[in-house]
């Protein structure tokens, strides 16, 4: 019999299942132990992180810690692959849309913004030296790690949870979804929806996933409204605005989570090309247009609960 645990992280919802509820505890210790560690190299909302004593340093070099070193390689493999539309340098372009504390405290209505959009400095900016664990941004360059960082925690606690218990684990960080160990029988059943907090009835296609990851990416959520225009938090790094997009909602499946959120989040930014960059990558996907509009690509099933086969490549 399994065991489950839902709680609030990151001002976003956190779920934890494994396939035997004796583990739960201790899986949930780990998970609780990551979160933190993630959260004190990478959150924008604290003060004493190290994203925050990079994004302050003035263009010095920085001394980080491993976990750190880790996700910024992941994020920059990340804007490699997507071509820059998933790129950490957006820092400043998101806090000049508005989202420049915790999103629960975000004002959802407010005056017009004159806000001077400026493309992003870009991924090649950064110097990340692995060897010496050290990162460098040049001053006025902010780092958001946003996309990449809470799929990095849940394939790295996914993979932690199983090799310590060797039960089958699941961790959703938001709409961020991993999975590891020996799945349950039929695999484990995921609701897709745009609001990742939805029930089982809540409109959205279940599937089921034995492997990987799976992401989902929005801008109907994390939204707020300046003088009568929506804003939210997918910035496009060539504009520095958010993304005009013609989906409103995209979920990717891939062989780990950061594929699948960058190939997500990147789908919103890439708008008409996303179908046929994603097909050429072999990674199945469901779409959803500004007018709800649902389009599936190859390996997503069309309707009703089925496999969803994570692909074998790790990038988009």
Known sequence: MGGSAVFEVWGTTACLLVTDASCLAVARQLLDR???EVGGAC??????????RINGAGGRTVQISAVLTEIMGAALRVAEATGGAVDPTVGGAVIAAGYDR????????????HVRWRQAAGWRVIELNPVQGTLRVPGGVRLDLGATAKAFAADRTARLIAEATGCGVLVNLGGDLAVDGPPPRGDWPVRVAEDHRAGPDAPGQTVAIGSGGLATSSTTLRQWWRGGRRLHHIIDPFTGAPAMTCWRTVSVAAASCVDANAAATAALVWGQDAPGRLIDAGLPARLVGADGTV???????AAGTDDV???????V
Do not use: K, N, Y
């Open 34 to 36: 990551e979160l933190v």
């Open 43 to 52: 959150s924008r909302f604290q003060v004493d992180s190290e994203l925050s």
């Open 102 to 113: 915790d999103l629960a405290q975000v004002d959802r209505c407010g005056p017009e913004m």
């Open 295 to 301: 389009r599936t690509l190859p390996g997503w099933p």
């Open 309 to 315: 086969r994570t692909a074998d490549r790790t990038t």
